[in-house]
């Protein structure tokens, strides 16, 4: 079992940045890749960032490239999504996720355990 909770959310102006965290807790942090999503209200939970579990390869959606950067910290059992340039499209909640994928999942489908999400609000 892995427990997550994310924290760092919050309300910010377009333009500009937040650090999202999230803080594992379970058995064997580092055997999981790590995935933030986000879920806008009434659309669908889609994929945002993804970090593998032992190399620190990462693969983003389109929508943040080159505006997101996914990080963690193994001996810490953390994560982070580093969020710059922020628009108003980026309001959602974000979801931190965990998968025994050895690759870079990016499907829901495909991790076990999930956080309860925090709230990303963009004001334009």
């Known amino acids: 079992q892995v427990q997550l909770v994310e924290s760092g959310g919050g309300l910010v102006q377009a333009g500009g940045s937040l650090r999202l965290s999230c803080a594992a807790s379970?058995?064997?942090?580092?055997?999981?890749?790590m995935g933030w999503f986000r879920q806008a209200p009434g659309k669908e939970r889609e994929f945002v960032a993804v970090?593998?579990?032992?190399?620190?390869?990462?693969y983003y959606a389109d929508s943040v490239k080159g505006r997101f950067t996914i990080s963690r910290d193994n001996a810490k059992n953390t994560v982070h999504l580093q969020m710059n340039s922020l628009k108003p499209e980026d309001t959602a909640v974000y979801y931190c996720?965990?998968?025994?994928?050895?690759?870079?999942?990016?499907?829901?489908?495909?991790?076990?355990?999930w956080g309860q999400g925090t709230q990303v609000t963009v004001s334009s």
């Open positions: 996720a965990a998968s025994l994928s050895t690759a870079l999942p990016n499907e829901k489908y495909q991790y076990n355990y």
């Open positions: 379970g058995r064997s942090f580092s055997n999981y890749a």
């Open positions: 970090i593998n579990r032992s190399t620190g390869s990462t």
